[in-house]
Nanobody
Framework: VQLQASGGGLVQPGGSLRLSCAASGSIFSMALMGWYRQAPGKQRELVASIGNIGRANLADSAKGRFIISRDNAKNTVYLQMNSLKPEDTALYYC????????WGQGTKVTVSS
């Protein structure tokens, strides 16, 4: 599965962003998918995951603020991020869950006033 994350940018605290991840490959609809992030100087962490029929799990830091969803017809997984905080600043990646070595380039999210 080839993955391309997009939708990052600069946003003020309290703002929102929607990340998208376009996947190629016929197995996408069966794959568990995840959004991960890596902040400067920190290890990559799982933010959210979603099963092939939409069952989602969120990290504690994301609960109540982020929503993960997927559109299997479009081979795309999304991460709606609301009430963003400076500590959400990171490079965001999508990958399968659990992840493969194919991380792609990620999309940068910067939360700053």
């Amino acid at each position: 599965v080839q993955l391309q994350a997009s939708g990052g940018g600069l946003v003020q605290p309290g703002g929102s962003l929607r990340l998208s991840c376009a996947a190629s490959g016929s197995i996408f609809s069966m794959a568990l998918m995840g959004w991960y992030r890596q902040a400067p100087g920190k290890q990559r962490e799982l933010v959210a995951s979603i099963g092939n029929i939409g069952r989602a799990n969120l990290a504690d830091s994301a609960k109540g603020r982020f929503i993960i969803s997927r559109d299997n017809a479009k081979n795309t997984v999304y991460l709606q991020m609301n009430s963003l905080k400076p500590e959400d600043t990171a490079l965001y990646y999508c990958n399968t869950f659990p992840p493969t070595e194919n991380w792609g380039q990620g999309t940068k999210v910067t939360v700053s006033s």
